[in-house]
């Protein structure tokens, strides 16, 4: 495993659970609001090796419900699967976030896994425009489709970056319908944190959108805001 980064406890990585998470290294995809630009590079600066990673897991046990892999993309990675594997051995609930651009590595991981939190981008037709990748909504609306089918407990998130913002929220009920036309329960909108070099400096704010958050929270049996 290529680690960028540990957050050894948080309280909102993984809904009601107390959690560490793993940043992996790598992401395929080079979208305009990238929030965690210095993961991007497979073989960026490793900051941890994963038996460091492992050994601070262990002095959590007990304190700990759950390991949460995000990034960068995690499921780039070859060892993905042997990791996950490894912490539940541990005996910590296993969480993934990924934007589904591996439906083929996706799908095998997920009965080893207890949760998914995956973020969508955009209306499936519009990925390139966020990602900077041809075909990227194709592999997200398939990884999407896996995970729904798994009927394991996940979330899909977006978050209001100023694209989904500059058409008054009609992108933002798109993607709220495509999901739940596919089967998705769960929806949460995150508030955009700029940050990396392409982000503009100003937060953008949910009130130029409230109305169509009401009609997109009615469409899920579960929704909320994550600030
Ligand atoms: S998929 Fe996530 S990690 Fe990859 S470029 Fe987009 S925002 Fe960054």
Redesign the pocket.
């Known amino acids: 495993m290529r680690i960028g980064g540990l957050l050894p406890f948080t309280t909102i990585d993984y809904p009601g659970r107390l959690a560490a998470v793993v940043f992996c290294q790598g992401?395929p995809?080079?979208?305009d609001?990238?929030?965690?630009?210095h993961?991007?590079f497979e073989n960026g600066e490793m900051k941890f090796t994963w038996e460091e990673v492992l050994r601070c897991l262990a002095t959590r046990k007990g304190l700990l419900d759950a390991v949460v892999f995000s990034?960068?993309?995690p499921t780039l990675q070859e060892p993905l699967s042997a990791a996950i594997g490894e912490v539940r051995e541990m005996g910590f609930l296993a969480g993934l976030h990924t934007?589904g651009?591996y439906p083929e590595k996706f799908e095998p991981l997920v009965p080893l896994l207890d949760w998914v939190g995956m973020?969508i981008?955009a209306p499936f037709e519009e990925y390139e425009m966020v990602?900077g990748i041809s075909g990227s909504g194709d592999k997200a609306y398939e990884s999407a489709n896996i995970l729904i089918r798994s009927g394991i407990p996940c979330e899909f998130r977006t978050t209001l970056h100023p694209m989904m913002m500059e058409d008054g929220g009609s992108r933002l009920m798109h993607m709220a319908h495509d999901l739940k036309n596919m089967g998705a329960k769960h929806f949460v909108i995150q508030k955009y944190h700029p940050s990396g070099e392409k982000a503009p400096s100003p937060s953008f704010p949910f009130q130029s959108v409230g109305g169509v958050i009401d009609s997109v929270s009615a469409l899920f049996d579960s929704f909320y805001i994550r600030l």
Do not use: M
């Not at 609001?33 to 630009?37: A, K, L, M, P, Y």
């Open positions: 992401c995809w080079r979208c609001f990238c929030h965690n630009t993961l991007l990034g960068g993309e934007a651009a973020d981008k990602t």
